[in-house]
């Protein structure tokens, strides 16, 4: 088939930009757009379908909501509508800023590519300002969310690079561009170790722009398939463009010593199972507790938690959590865990409960 020219194109571009919004695109933009377009044409792309797949280096973001479980499940369907979409469209705008490439939405997460279709120099760098952006904008949303009454949102990041095969898989009638490969698994691992409003990158990642970010220590995890622990480390900012992620830091809330019983359900791929466990709350925080159990979870297993707040009359349900940690030397199994979502009311609840606390201990 015979090749249109770029001009053609670009001619094109501008008359459904005109169209659309009234006026033309100004010089610098139409000159961005050129651009991108000689480069999709100096890119190797596959032209028949599944045929051709590249070998080639790509940094991998993906990003999730966290506790998307538990808000479908506690509000009604066109209250989460209205959080979900302006959340997915105003990260699409973001990663668009950023020159990412959305390789699809799959329902509360998003899996983005920097390097393919079309590669750049900075990949690496555009991916970790793409990221840091959207944890600044998802502080913004939560503010709007506030004050509308509605639930808070927060999303966990995960970035790796690495070489992945690229190309068109599908048939005539439907296609898309992606790719596959050990290092985009990984990268979705990377995602699910995550904590609210953390991004998290590979060791890969961070060799690739050591002296572009501010990063905490590097901490190892093991991922399933992986004969040896994986290297992460959390983004805190980028000092050169000025932007710093806003993660709050849930350990600076009280931690109170308590004894609260509680039941427990672990969440397999999204889905809370039917089984129902006790254990004990043995202290607990606005944003977490330690947890008491008969059976030692693994690291980074999710739960939904029910207790009761016994000061404030209250029960705790559909408190999602992740866990953390083993606490070292302690004779019964306790296990460290953040609260990944929590309904508002129970939210002001536990809060109340820990302040009332603080105060019995203080008087």
Do not use: W
């Amino acid at each position: 088939m015979k090749q249109i020219p770029i001009q053609q194109v670009l001619q094109r571009i501008h008359e459904i930009v005109a169209r659309d919004t009234g006026r033309s695109l100004s010089d610098e933009a139409g000159s961005a757009v050129e651009e991108v377009l000689n480069e999709l044409t100096t890119q190797s792309l596959p032209s028949t379908l599944g045929q051709e797949f590249l070998n080639r280096e790509v940094t991998i973001l993906f990003a999730d909501l966290r506790g998307f479980t538990g808000l479908v499940a506690s509000q009604p369907a066109g209250i989460v509508i209205q959080m979900l979409n302006p959340c997915l469209i105003k990260m699409s705008e973001i990663i668009f800023k950023h020159q990412g490439t959305i390789d699809k939405f799959m329902g509360d997460s998003i899996m983005v590519l920097f390097g393919a279709p079309v590669s750049r120099k900075d990949d690496v760098r555009r991916a970790l300002a793409c990221a840091v952006d959207m944890q600044m904008n998802m502080s913004t949303l939560n503010l709007a969310h506030k004050e509308q009454g509605m639930p808070e949102l927060y999303m966990g990041i995960g970035i790796n690079t690495g070489d992945v095969l690229a190309g068109t898989l599908g048939s005539e009638r439907y296609s898309e561009y992606t790719v596959i490969g050990d290092e985009v698994n990984l990268a979705s691992r990377i995602e699910a170790f995550s904590l609210r409003g953390q991004v998290l990158i590979s060791q890969s990642t961070y060799d690739r722009c050591k002296d572009y970010v501010d990063t905490a220590e590097p901490i190892d995890i093991h991922v399933k398939g992986k004969p040896l622990p994986v290297s992460l480390r959390e983004v805190t900012g980028i000092p050169s463009l000025g932007l710093k992620v806003p993660r709050k830091e849930i350990r600076r809330s009280h931690r109170i010593d308590v004894k609260l019983p509680c039941s427990y359900q672990m969440i397999d791929n999204g889905v809370v199972l039917p089984e129902k466990r006790l254990g004990v709350l043995r202290d607990i925080g606005y944003h977490g507790a330690l947890l008491e159990l008969d059976n030692e979870l693994p690291i980074y297993s999710e739960i939904k938690l029910c207790f009761d707040l016994p000061m404030v009359d209250y029960q705790a349900r559909d408190v999602y959590a992740k866990i953390l940690s083993r606490n070292p030397g302690e004779a019964s199994i306790r296990m460290g865990s953040e609260f990944t979502s929590v309904p508002p009311e129970t939210e002001m609840k536990i809060q109340l409960f820990v302040q009332l606390l603080v105060f019995t201990d203080l008087s």
